[in-house]
């Protein structure tokens, strides 16, 4: 059983387009991320949700904007894509203000043309 | 000034060497958690170990080990025994419980490659 999937695996687009990547868990965990990892490979955390709380790292575009329809599900939605949005985006999810390892999605690798 | 530091970008080791990664943190928060992820080649990132700020030993899994020195905000990860897959991107990450995004913080990584 996969415990965080991604879809699409990979999203190639033009610019200016409007897509979303979906996230699913089936941990039962309370909070899920998203993290985006540059082409240097850096990490780095772009939202926390829980059914009660966003939180929005401040350098995060307002393009990007995560809609969750159920606790298992956090899907990532982003407008008017730019190229420098190209990079790898991962989904996490852990339980909330835990120690707990937070478990990552496969990744989506986005393109923008 | 970065929360996570990572000094090592790359590393080459002789296969069945034990490895030290290196990572030193910078946090005021008196709670908080220090993770290491293994990313391969294929692009998933593997959880391996986990030290929170409050235990008093050095967490190990396996052949992984934490070098915890809490005084010298350092969180180092030992590899014994070394392996052809150990090959990988390593990261060392914090956990603030207390504030922010409730995320982790990385470091930038160090590209660990095993030599046979």
């Known amino acids: 059983d996969t415990a965080v999937s991604q879809t699409p695996k990979y999203l190639v687009t033009q610019m200016g387009n409007d897509k979303s990547i979906k996230c699913e868990q089936n941990?039962?965990?309370?909070?899920m991320y998203w993290y985006k990892q540059d082409s240097k490979k850096f990490l780095k955390i772009m939202f926390s949700?829980?059914?009660?709380?966003?939180?929005i790292n401040e350098t995060v575009p307002n393009r990007f904007s995560p809609k969750s329809p159920d606790k298992a599900h956090l899907n990532l939605h982003i407008n008017s894509l730019e190229l420098g949005d190209s990079a790898v985006y991962f989904c996490?999810?852990?339980?909330?203000?835990?120690?707990?390892?937070?478990?990552f999605g496969p990744g989506t690798r986005l393109t923008v043309l | 000034a970065q929360k996570i530091t990572q000094t090592q970008p790359g590393m080459f080791v002789q296969e069945k060497e034990a490895v030290t990664l290196d990572c030193t943190y910078d946090?005021?928060?008196?709670?908080?958690?220090l993770f290491w992820y293994k990313q391969p080649s294929s692009g998933e990132m593997i959880f391996l170990i986990y030290?929170?700020?409050?235990?008093?030993q050095n967490a190990t899994e396996g052949r992984y080990s934490l070098n915890f020195q809490k005084a010298r905000k350092s969180a180092n990860l030992v590899i014994s025994a070394s392996q052809l897959g150990d090959s990988a991107m390593y990261f060392c990450?914090?956990?603030?419980?207390?504030?922010?995004?409730?995320?982790?913080?990385f470091g930038k990584g160090t590209h660990l490659i095993i030599q046979p």
């Open positions: 996490a999810s852990s339980h909330r203000g835990s120690y707990n390892e937070q478990f």
């Open positions: 941990l039962g965990h309370d909070t």
């Open positions: 949700y829980n059914n009660k709380e966003l939180i």
């Open positions: 946090t005021s928060d008196p709670s908080y958690g």
């Open positions: 030290q929170g700020s409050y235990d008093q």
């Open positions: 990450a914090m956990r603030e419980i207390g504030g922010g995004a409730d995320g982790l913080t």
